[in-house]
C-alpha cells in the first residue's frame, strides 16, 4: 500500500510519490522562529512531521529522502527580544536554538538533513525579490521596502479559499494589513522590510537600500536552494496556511515559472485542557515544564499522536499518565518478545493504518490489538520497526519517579496513622494540606504513595 495523505490543495486524499528523475524525495516543513523555548502547540506539528519522515524512508529508503526545515532568525520577534536583552540577534538565536535541538532529540525528532537559517540566504531571498521585480510582480515602496503585487498572481488564495471567504478588491484581512499606507493595495505582503530605528544592527544591503526580508520570502528562497523549484511536500501547521503558504506559492510560481509544491499537508490546533492555548490561562506547555512535573519526553510524544493529526486535539495531563502506562505496557511486552529473527508482519496494520492519511490514533489501536493477544507470532523486529514509525523509544527513560519533601512525607505518614486510628476528621485536614503544598495522597489497602498533584 502506498502512502497516502490529504491534499490541503486539492481538498483530496492523494498518494504520495517522488517527482524527480533521481527518486529522491524532497521535503519541506516550515521551522521554528528562535526567540523563545517552542511549547507543545508547536511540537505536535514537528513530531507528526517526524512520523511523515519515518514513513517516507521506511517507503523509499532512507537515501530517497531529503528533509529540509527552517530557522527563523530574523524577524520581528527575535529582533524586539534582541534588543529587550541588549544582546546580539545571533546570539539569541544560537541560545534557542539550541534549547529546540534539544527538546527535539528528547523528542526523538530526527534531525532534518539541511536546517538552513534566513539570516544564512539573505543573497538568496534578495535574487528571488530581484526577478520578481522585473517581472512586474513586485514594486519598490516609497520608503524603501518592497511589496509583492498580489493582484499580478491569478491564483492568490487557491491553497486557503482566502478569496472565496475575505478577499475583496481593494480589501484584505487583517494579516495583511501592516504597512498599508505603503502598500498599492492593503492585500500585498512585504518582500524586502527597509531599515528602521528599531531594527538596531540588523540590516542588510539591497538594491533598495538597507533593509532585512520579510517573513514568507525566506522559506520560498531555502526551499530553492536546497531542494529545487519545485517540491513533492511541503507540510506545517494549520495556522500557516494563510497567510504565510499561501505567499510562499505566489512568489514562488511566479519567480520560477512553474509547479512550486506537488503535495500540502497540514496538522490542526492543539487544545489544552479543551481550550486554545495562552499564557493567560496558564496552559501554554514547554516541555521542560511538563517534564518538572514528573512526565517522560516519550509520554508527551505519545499523548501528541493521540489523536489524527488533522483534527484538533485536547491534550491533557491525564493523557499523558495514560501515556505513561501505555508505554509501560509496550516495554513489558518487548521483554517478553523472542530474539529478533523471522519477520512475521505480525505488525502490518499498524502500517495500514499510517500510510491511509496518517492515521495515529488507528495505527496504536492496532498496536495494542497485537500486543493484548501476546501470542507468539510477532517477533522484536517487527515490532521495532513499527515503534520505529512511530517514533516511539522504550529505551529513553520512563517518567521519573518524584520523591516527596521529607515534610510532605511526615504529614502523610501522620494522616495514615489518623485514618488507622479512624480520626477522620484529623485525616480530612491533614489530606488538604498536602493537596494544598501540591502533592496527592493516594491510598491502598495495605499503604499509601504520593505523586505531584495533577493541575
Not at 77 to 90: M, P
Request: net charge neutral.
Amino acid at each position: 500500500m502506498a502512502i497516502q495523505l490529504f491534499d490541503s490543495l486539492t481538498r483530496e486524499i492523494r498518494v504520495l510519490q517522488p517527482s524527480h528523475p533521481d527518486g529522491v524525495y524532497r521535503f519541506y516543513n516550515c521551522g521554528p522562529t528562535v526567540y523563545a523555548p517552542a511549547h507543545i502547540g508547536n511540537f505536535r506539528t514537528f513530531v507528526v512531521n517526524d512520523v511523515i519522515r519515518r514513513l517516507l524512508e521506511l517507503r523509499f529508503g532512507a537515501a530517497k529522502v531529503r528533509h529540509v526545515r527552517n530557522l527563523t532568525d530574523v524577524d520581528d520577534k527575535t529582533i524586539k527580544r534582541a534588543r529587550e536583552e541588549n544582546r546580539a540577534l545571533a546570539e539569541v538565536a544560537r541560545q534557542w536554538t539550541a534549547k529546540f535541538h534539544a527538546d527535539c532529540s528528547a523528542l526523538n525528532c530526527l534531525a532534518p538533513h539541511v536546517e538552513p537559517a534566513a539570516t544564512g540566504h539573505i543573497r538568496e531571498q534578495v535574487d528571488m525579490i530581484d526577478v520578481l521585480m522585473k517581472k512586474g510582480n513586485a514594486y519598490r515602496a516609497a520608503d524603501g521596502s518592497v511589496y509583492f503585487k498580489v493582484s499580478s498572481f491569478s491564483r492568490y488564495g487557491a491553497l486557503s479559499r482566502v478569496k472565496e471567504r475575505e478577499l475583496q478588491p481593494g480589501g484584505a484581512p487583517k494579516d495583511h494589513a501592516a504597512d498599508a499606507d505603503e502598500k498599492e493595495d492593503v492585500s500585498d505582503f512585504a518582500l524586502w522590510k527597509a531599515h528602521k530605528a528599531e531594527d538596531g544592527a540588523n540590516r542588510w544591503d539591497s538594491p533598495w537600500g538597507e533593509g532585512r526580508p520579510g517573513w514568507h520570502i525566506e522559506c520560498s528562497a531555502m526551499i530553492k536552494k536546497h531542494l529545487g523549484e519545485t517540491i513533492d511536500l511541503h507540510t506545517g501547521g494549520v495556522d500557516l496556511l494563510f497567510p504565510h503558504h499561501e505567499n510562499e506559492i505566489a512568489q514562488s510560481e511566479c519567480c520560477n515559472g512553474t509547479t512550486f509544491v506537488r503535495h500540502w499537508y497540514h496538522s490542526e490546533h492543539l487544545l489544552v485542557d479543551g481550550r486554545k492555548m495562552s499564557k493567560s490561562l496558564g496552559n501554554l506547555y514547554t516541555l521542560d515544564e511538563l517534564t518538572a512535573k514528573g512526565f517522560s519526553p516519550m509520554a508527551v510524544r505519545y499523548a501528541l499522536l493521540m489523536g489524527h493529526p488533522r483534527k484538533q486535539l485536547n491534550f491533557t495531563l491525564e493523557s499523558l499518565h495514560a501515556a505513561e502506562s501505555a508505554l509501560a505496557n509496550l516495554r513489558a511486552y518487548r521483554g517478553s518478545l523472542p530474539p529478533t529473527g523471522v519477520v512475521h508482519d505480525a505488525f502490518g496494520p499498524v502500517f495500514t493504518a499510517l500510510e491511509d492519511d496518517l492515521n495515529t490514533p488507528a495505527a496504536f489501536g492496532a498496536l495494542f490489538t497485537i500486543v493484548n493477544r501476546r501470542a507468539g507470532e510477532a517477533d522484536a523486529e517487527s515490532f521495532d520497526r513499527a515503534l520505529f514509525a512511530l517514533g516511539i523509544d522504550l529505551h529513553k527513560a520512563a517518567a521519573p519517579k518524584a520523591e516527596a519533601p521529607p515534610a510532605i512525607a511526615g504529614l502523610a505518614a501522620k494522616r495514615w496513622a489518623a485514618k488507622q486510628s479512624k480520626d477522620f476528621a484529623a485525616a480530612d485536614a491533614l489530606r488538604k494540606e498536602i493537596a494544598a503544598a501540591g502533592w496527592s495522597m493516594l491510598d491502598r489497602k495495605d499503604g499509601y504513595s504520593l505523586e505531584p498533584a495533577r493541575k
